[in-house]
């Protein structure tokens, strides 16, 4: 099996003094024609954690989805720079009652080793044993996943996160419906993961968590609304506006006018 | 004792044969069984079951009672209706049990009306019905083929159909058709059912797969020991009721299959995990 690669693979982008890990040019994300993410262009800067903000609906998470090369239809570019990318979905996409261990589900994280037939050696173990302590899950290896907690089973995703040693990781509202001790040490990781250099974009809801733990913000709702630093993106203006464009999608728009422009 | 349990089968040997066609089945069909059930399948297994008649009836129509062709044409004939009926929910918001319904009942419209174009009910009743007690040598090789197809076709593709049951997305994140080894899967589904099909007819074929699996559930929660113990559970089930068939002079599919379904019976009243045992006893909580 092959290796998860960006599926746009460029040379970094020197911005300024800040390098991009993901550069969007004119991105549309439809699905039956509807778009939901309508001609975005934005950076990402490298090293760094971005929250993706925005209200429901807003595309946010097409856009992840996009980034990892799963949308069904893309319109423009994603120029990456990222070698290996994680990613964790929604917790709706995954079938809790299966019958798995949490340290198998946690191994899997090195699927890009070991892919469908290949064997998993003692690293891949002694790290997965390893994630699974750091994220405050010990003792818990040999657990059925259908009897932890959300917030346990949380944990168990972000172990697997971890063993994939991607540098650039994308999360998918990591925070819905768990509880204040666990989204610390959640954050304990995520933090780690920027002093190892690895880029983090997350979809959040909590404005207060933002502006705390996340330097830089890209703000949409469907388009571009702002992106940069969180203190400017994340002013009244801008997300009066977001709640604005929201209240005025139009679930029967005809054809978008705007050419899809000539991107540099 | 001994003229009661091993004499049929030391005596008999349309009754060796068969019974080893039951152990096949029951090591090939349980594992596939359980998959079935953990990808929340068991209808639409069964909806597949039914659609290899028409099939097994062309074959039947083309080449009369002759094992290969109306075994080839029931394996066609099943994984048509996989395909189309997952494209038809790929391509429409149909959702995919909906369209395996639809199809199934076309194919089983379709089979009844070609067998009863040449055919007589006693072909019809041995379609649908089977007869194990008829298996002959060149079954006997379709059934152990199968069985040993399924097994290493199934530890081979273990490890990305569980990741396909449980967190499809991941797969496909990784880059992985997921799709594939589900067609895979479906693929080896149909095998298992042709070679069930003769000894257990295109109605019961599904009974030796899934009732085990489904027993086994109430008793263990790992895909391993579910395996292993809806196995010996489908053997016995096979054994018990070749006995009967063979002693009460009954048609032995169905005989089977209800010897199955009381071993059901007896693990959904008395299994050790989620069954009306387990929920009435009510165990002192634990401390903490």
């Known amino acids: 099996m092959r290796a998860l690669h960006c599926r746009h693979a460029v040379a970094l982008h020197v911005v300024g003094a800040v390098k991009a890990a993901l550069k969007l040019v004119d991105l549309t994300v439809s699905y039956d024609r509807h778009p939901a993410v309508h001609h975005v262009s934005a950076e990402i800067p490298a090293a760094e954690m971005t929250a993706l903000v925005g209200p429901n609906g807003a595309g946010k998470s097409s856009l992840l989805k996009a980034m990892m090369g799963l949308a069904p239809r893309i319109e423009g570019r994603i120029e990456c720079s990222a070698r290996r990318i994680a990613y964790l979905p929604q917790q709706a996409e995954i079938d809790r009652s299966f019958p798995i261990s949490v340290l198998d589900t946690v191994l899997l994280g090195r699927w890009s080793r070991f892919g469908a037939f290949g064997k998993a050696n003692k690293a891949d173990v002694h790290d997965a044993h390893h994630a699974i302590d750091s994220v405050g899950l010990g003792g818990f290896e040999r657990r059925p996943i259908d009897t932890l907690s959300v917030g346990q089973f949380q944990r168990v995703l972000f172990a697997r996160l971890l063993l994939q040693d991607a540098d650039l990781v994308l999360l998918d509202e990591p925070f819905a419906a768990i509880d204040a001790k666990t989204v610390t040490d959640l954050m304990d990781v995520i933090r780690r993961w920027r002093s190892e250099q690895r880029t983090v974009i997350a979809v959040l809801h909590d404005l207060d968590q933002v502006r705390r733990d996340f330097p830089n913000s890209l703000l949409m709702a469907r388009e571009l609304v702002a992106s940069g630093p969180t203190v400017g993106v994340l002013s009244s203006e801008n997300l009066l506006r977001a709640r604005a464009m929201a209240e005025a999608w139009d679930e029967h728009a005809g054809a978008c006018e705007m050419p899809l422009r000539q991107s540099a | ?288």
């Not at chain 2, 076309?106 to 009743?125: N, P």
């Not at chain 2, 002693?247 to 995990?273: D, K, N, T």
């Open chain 2, 1 to 288: 004792m001994h003229d009661l349990l091993i004499a049929p089968f030391a005596d008999f040997g349309f009754m060796k044969r068969a019974l080893v066609a039951c152990l096949c089945l029951s090591l090939g069909g349980s594992s596939i069984g359980v998959f079935l059930i953990l990808r929340r399948m068991s209808l639409m297994g069964d909806a597949l079951a039914h659609a290899l008649l028409p099939g097994a009836a062309l074959g039947f129509l083309l080449g009369g009672l002759s094992l290969p062709a109306m075994s080839l044409g029931g394996f066609l004939a099943g994984i048509m209706t996989a395909l189309v009926s997952g494209a038809i929910a790929r391509f429409t918001s149909m959702r995919e049990d909906a369209s395996f319904a639809a199809a199934y009942l076309t194919a089983l419209a379709l089979g009844v009306l070609i067998v009863s174009l040449r055919g007589s009910a006693v072909d019809l009743m041995n379609i649908l019905f089977g007869a194990i007690l008829a298996v002959d040598n060149q079954a006997m090789f379709l059934i152990g083929g199968t069985t040993t197809l399924t097994l290493v076709g199934l530890a081979a593709i273990y490890r990305p159909l569980v990741v396909e049951c449980f967190n499809p997305g991941f797969l496909a994140a990784m880059g992985v058709r997921g799709a594939f080894y589900h067609y895979l899967f479906l693929g080896l589904a149909v095998l298992n059912m042709v070679a069930a099909f003769q000894a257990l007819g295109t109605l019961m074929a599904l009974g030796l797969m899934l009732l085990p699996a489904v027993a086994a559930s109430f008793w263990s929660r790992e895909v391993w020991s579910m395996t292993a113990i809806a196995a010996p559970m489908a053997f016995l089930s096979g054994a018990i009721g070749l006995l009967v068939s063979f002693h009460a002079g009954l048609p032995s599919g169905p005989v089977i299959v209800l010897v199955a379904s009381l071993f059901f019976l007896g693990s959904l009243l008395f299994g050790s995990r989620a069954s009306v045992r387990a929920r009435l006893s009510r165990p002192v909580h634990l401390r903490g």
